[in-house]
Structure formats: structure tokens, C-alpha cells
């Protein structure tokens, strides 16, 4: 019952602050601007990924069974000048890793970038190692950067066994600044004879309203709709050359953008949320719930005095079976969340029992909403 008021409490919260915030227009159509509608198609992340060695570490590294460890050990120091065979090491204080991290738009040779470290082998903890040389490849296997240096953890491990104690994960950690780019990997947009802006959500309804926007800002058509998430830039219609300064000004022109309604589930931790103008059509909804209980009692029977028998353990298991009557809310055509919300709550639904009523209201299509299970 906790959880379900907790849930109440915020979408009323959500309902509240949305009725405050001032409205565009009647029907409920907010602007935004482009730059927080679209990206521009071929300007985006690169990811990269690397093997490598942390050392430093205090005997808590990859055990001998761990091979790879071991080998790449062994290579290393092959390469400068010392010869041993991957079969006789022990050591404790070596982890292999993976090292992972994302080359941002227009990334330059000599530019910093954090990387993420994580344990590939048996490891218990990576506080107080270093990561080695580590070169980051590309999709295309070419090498784009280079990492190395001391490792930030955010948890901690200590004790053993039953004594242990162990907070958040201390096999993954990150190196602040710590990959050096070595390969251009920017876009040239002076070459770019066309420009695209990708909607993050598509909409044919806001792809046209976003050039019409543009073509009214410009007072020429260089803004044309290619589908529901594309929008084309013909930057020499526009009479420009400097495409930055176009985009630039593209950027902060505000859309009408009506919002579809969505209600976001997560069914691990039981959250609810759903929009304000979330509508529901006529619905009558039961809910009931069949407890059973189980419960086995062990009864030592023991034999009479003098007596040839013995002693013996005897099971008897009570099955309780409890069900509650089915409980009903009825809500009319264009009901709202909130009056969804105060049915549930006159039932007594838990925030879980909120979940399973929701998808079943989509299946019967009563849902006037995407229905999103995160």
C-alpha cells in the first residue's frame, strides 16, 4: 500500500506541475526548439574498444587459471626484451581489461577523452591499479586513440569469505581524461552539398511544422521533408557558405511539437508514469487477488519408556487458501489519470498490481497511449 501511495503521489505531482506550466495554445501544443528535436545526420559518437593490463593492484588481480592474463602478460614483456613462458607466471597483482569509450562529434588529434575500465577475468577489485598503454580500435579496425593512466573507482570490496563487504562494482572503473585521440575522425561540412535533420521521435506532423519553421525564417524553401524523421537542408539554396552559421541559426528556431501520449512501466522496481493528457476510454475494470499460504510443522514423536522404538519426525503441512471478492472501478469515455489513478487507490492496487491493470487496459484497447515497458 506504501508503494502504491508513493506512486500516487507523483503522478499527481506530475498532473500538477503540468496544469501550472503556461500552454502554447488551446490544444495544447508546446514549442521546442530544433536542436532539442533533431540531430544532424553524419555528426554523431564513435565508440572504440581496446584490450589492456591494470597492474598495481593488491593481490587481488586474475588468478593463474585465467590464461589470457597470463599470455598477454607474457607478450608484453616479450616485446621488451624479457623472455618467460606464460605457463610459469603467478602473479595476483595483473588484470585484464577492456577499455571502452565514445569519440564525440568533430574529435581532433590531441584531444582527452574518458575511458571506461572492466574487469575481463576473475578478478576481485581494480582499486589501486593503472591501466597500461592500451591502443582503442575502431569498427573499421584502425587505431583512433590511446589510453592510460590511474584508475577512479566508485565502490570498494574488504574482508573475506562470509565477512566480506562490498559496495557498488570495484571491477569497473574509469580514467578520468585519460585516452589521448590520435586519428581525425570530424566532418568536413563545408563538402556536405545537403544537410539532414533526424527527428529523435518520428512525426510527419512535426517534420512538416519544422520547414515550414525554417522556410518562413529563411523567407526562401530550403528546408524540404524527406519521411516522418528526416527534414533536408539545401545550404546553397540558403545563400550561405558557412555552414556552422546555418546550422547555428537552425538550431534555436522553436516547432510547435504536440506530444504523443506515452506511459513509461518499469516492471523491476514497480515506477509508473504517466503523461497528463493520457485519456482512457470507457472501461470497467475487476480486480481481486487469491492468497495461499503453506506452511509445514515438524513434530519429534518420541517412544515410550523401555521400548524397542524410536525416536521419528513427523510433517504436518496446513494449506490456507484466502480470496478476496473481485473489486470494481468504472471509468467513462475520456477519463483521465488521475481519475484512473483515485479507482485504483479506492481498491487498494499496489503500485505491481498498477502494471499488470495498465497492459491489460491497452490489450482491450481502452489505452489512448504508447504503452512503454522499460
Do not use: C, W
Not at 50 to 61: D, H, I, S
Not at 77 to 103: D, E, I, W, Y
Not at 268 to 279: E, L, Y
Not at 356 to 363: D, E, H, N, R, V
Amino acid at each position: 500500500m506504501k508503494s502504491m501511495i508513493q506512486v500516487v503521489h507523483a503522478v499527481l505531482f506530475l498532473l500538477v506541475l503540468g496544469s501550472s506550466l503556461p500552454s502554447i495554445s488551446e490544444d495544447a501544443t508546446s514549442q521546442a526548439l530544433i536542436r532539442d528535436l533533431t540531430t544532424i545526420e553524419g555528426v554523431r559518437d564513435n565508440p572504440v574498444l581496446g584490450y589492456g593490463m591494470v597492474v598495481g593492484l593488491k593481490g587481488t588481480g586474475d588468478r593463474q587459471q585465467t590464461i589470457f592474463t597470463t599470455q598477454t602478460l607474457a607478450n608484453m614483456l616479450q616485446r621488451m626484451g624479457v623472455q618467460v613462458s606464460p605457463t610459469s607466471l603467478v602473479v595476483k597483482n595483473v588484470a585484464a581489461v577492456f577499455v571502452t569509450a565514445n569519440l564525440p562529434p568533430f574529435a581532433r588529434p590531441g584531444m582527452r577523452l574518458d575511458v571506461t575500465v572492466a574487469s575481463t577475468g576473475d578478478a576481485t577489485s581494480l582499486d589501486g591499479g593503472s591501466l597500461l598503454l592500451t591502443p582503442l580500435y575502431g569498427v573499421d579496425g584502425r587505431i583512433y586513440a590511446e589510453a592510460q593512466g590511474t584508475l577512479v573507482l566508485g565502490g570498494y570490496s574488504a574482508g573475506t569469505g562470509a565477512n566480506a563487504k562490498q559496495v557498488n562494482h570495484p571491477t569497473a572503473g574509469r580514467v578520468p581524461a585519460g585516452a589521448l585521440i590520435e586519428r581525425d575522425t570530424s566532418v568536413d561540412l563545408t563538402r556536405l552539398s545537403k544537410l539532414s535533420l533526424l527527428l529523435k521521435d518520428p512525426n510527419f506532423t512535426v517534420a512538416e511544422d519544422m520547414a515550414l519553421v525554417i522556410n518562413q525564417a529563411f523567407d526562401k524553401d530550403i528546408a524540404s521533408v524527406a519521411d516522418s524523421r528526416r527534414v533536408e537542408i539545401n545550404p546553397s539554396a540558403a545563400g550561405t557558405a558557412d555552414v556552422p552559421a546555418l546550422l547555428a541559426r537552425l538550431e534555436n528556431l522553436r516547432v510547435p511539437v504536440q506530444r504523443r501520449a506515452r506511459v513509461v512501466i518499469n516492471e523491476r522496481t514497480g515506477t509508473v508514469v504517466m503523461g497528463k493528457d493520457v485519456r482512457l476510454g470507457a472501461v470497467s475494470i475487476l480486480h481481486g487477488s487469491l492468497s495461499i499460504a503453506i506452511t509445514t510443522q515438524l513434530e519429534v514423536s518420541q517412544p515410550a519408556p523401555l521400548s524397542q522404538g524410536q525416536t521419528a519426525i513427523t510433517p504436518h503441512t496446513t494449506v490456507n487458501a484466502a480470496e478476496a471478492p473481485a473489486r470494481r472501478v468504472e471509468l467513462t469515455e475520456g477519463a483521465s489519470v488521475e481519475q484512473l489513478v483515485n479507482g485504483l487507490q479506492r481498491i487498494g492496487a499496489t503500485a505491481r498490481d498498477v502494471i499488470a491493470i495498465l497492459q491489460a487496459i491497452k490489450a482491450a484497447g481502452a489505452l489512448e497511449a504508447d504503452l512503454e515497458v522499460i
